[in-house]
């Protein structure tokens, strides 16, 4: 069974950092293109960064460049999200997803998700 697992999100200060993480198990990443998504509530899912897996190529949203960073473990079949100098309208259900077009990071162009972990940035 193909699964991605997130974890790491949880409440934190603006200006903070937190690391998620996103395990795969039933697949590895050979070939993919792996992404984090973050959706607010009362907004659509948008993308913030992918990794593409066979050279570790990275894109990121406007809105996180210079803040996060994404990265690949392939011993580990793990994708992190290093998220420093978080700020509150960074709160979101943080979703990480494995697909084929880097560097899209629309919802269309991946196939598995994960369950999503909470991030919450207090002001």
């Known amino acids: 069974e193909v699964q991605l697992v997130e974890s790491g999100g949880g409440l934190v200060q603006a200006g903070g950092s937190l690391r998620l993480s996103c395990a795969a198990s039933?697949?590895?990443?050979?070939?993919?293109?792996i992404a984090w998504f973050r959706q607010a509530p009362g907004k659509e899912r948008e993308g913030v960064s992918c990794?593409?897996?066979?050279?570790?190529?990275?894109h990121y949203t406007d809105s996180v460049k210079g803040r996060f960073t994404i990265s690949l473990d392939n011993a580990k079949n793990t994708v992190y999200l290093q998220m420093n100098s978080l700020k509150p309208e960074d709160t979101a259900v943080y979703y990480c997803a494995a697909g084929w077009d880097f560097p899209k990071l629309k919802t269309f162009f991946y196939d598995y998700w994960g369950q999503g972990s909470q991030v919450t940035v207090s002001s």
């Open positions: 990794i593409r897996h066979n050279d570790s190529l990275t």
């Open positions: 039933g697949f590895t990443f050979d070939d993919y293109t």
